[in-house]
T-cell receptor, first 109, second 113 residues
Framework: DAKTTQPNSMESNEEEPVHLPCNHSTISGTDYIHWYRQLPSQGPEYVIHGLTSNVNNRMASLAIAEDRKSSTLILHRATLRDAAVYYCIRPYNFNKFYFGSGTKLNVKP | SAVISQKPSRDICQRGTSLTIQCQVDSQVTMMFWYRQQPGQSLTLIATANQGSEATYESGFVIDKFPISRPNLTFSTLTVSNMSPEDSSIYLC??????????FGPGTRLTVT
């Protein structure tokens, strides 16, 4: 079962940090965690991925729990352009993606 | 990363007809994927297309309805056959890069009347 659990929606103020949680309690030791986001009327956009340790890139940070059953995507300073649906994905059959319903992030000015 | 284009960007088709959607990548990739996103819903994987082999379909999708071609490492097509209004969706292709990341095209918005 490659499903993950995310809150349906979250709200943030502009220029404040945002922590988007994800539960993946059945994850195996070799499964990566991927995060994508989909802005309105666009295809999904790669954000970040990781396996065990925390990961950083220019878009975001990914904090993975020590037991790997959960992770948190961190946007350090939310902007209005970050308003999107964020998907936490655990691939199945190595590289196939199951997209759940994701978290719709609303950023208030 | 990879830059992906899709044609057409949108189309309105009549019931019973077929539409072929093209996906072009700016670099050679081994694995390509086709997804469907129904109105207001999340993405659902239709099939995986590797060059030189038959496409692999997910549960609920069949080759007769969604035939796929993958003639080379930069191009693929998805045909939506014998369309009905229930096929009205956004169809997206994606490619796998560096063995982990997927990059998505902008999608093809299909409306069936």
């Amino acid at each position: 079962d490659a499903k993950t659990t995310q809150p349906n929606s979250m709200e943030s103020n502009e220029e404040e940090p945002v922590h988007l949680p994800c539960n993946h309690s059945t994850i195996s030791g070799t499964d990566y965690i991927h995060w994508y986001r989909q802005l309105p009327s666009q295809g999904p956009e790669y954000v970040i991925h990781g396996l065990t340790s925390n990961v950083n890139n220019r878009m975001a940070s990914l904090a993975i729990a020590e037991d790997r059953k959960s992770s948190t995507l961190i946007l350090h300073r939310a902007t209005l352009r970050d308003a999107a649906v964020y998907y936490c994905i655990r691939p199945y059959n190595f590289n196939k993606f199951y997209f759940g319903s994701g978290t719709k992030l609303n950023v208030k000015p | 990363s990879a830059v992906i284009s899709q044609k057409p960007s949108r189309d309105i088709c009549q019931r019973g007809t077929s539409l072929t959607i093209q996906c072009q990548v700016d670099s050679q990739v081994t694995m390509m994927f086709w997804y469907r996103q129904q109105p207001g819903q999340s993405l659902t994987l239709i099939a995986t297309a590797n060059q030189g082999s038959e496409a692999t379909y997910e549960s609920g999708f069949v080759i007769d309805k969604f035939p796929i071609s993958r003639p080379n490492l930069t191009f693929s097509t998805l045909t939506v056959s014998n369309m009905s209004p229930e096929d009205s969706s956004i169809y997206l292709c994606s490619v796998e890069v560096r063995g982990r990341e997927q990059y998505f095209g902008p999608g093809t918005r299909l409306t069936v009347t």
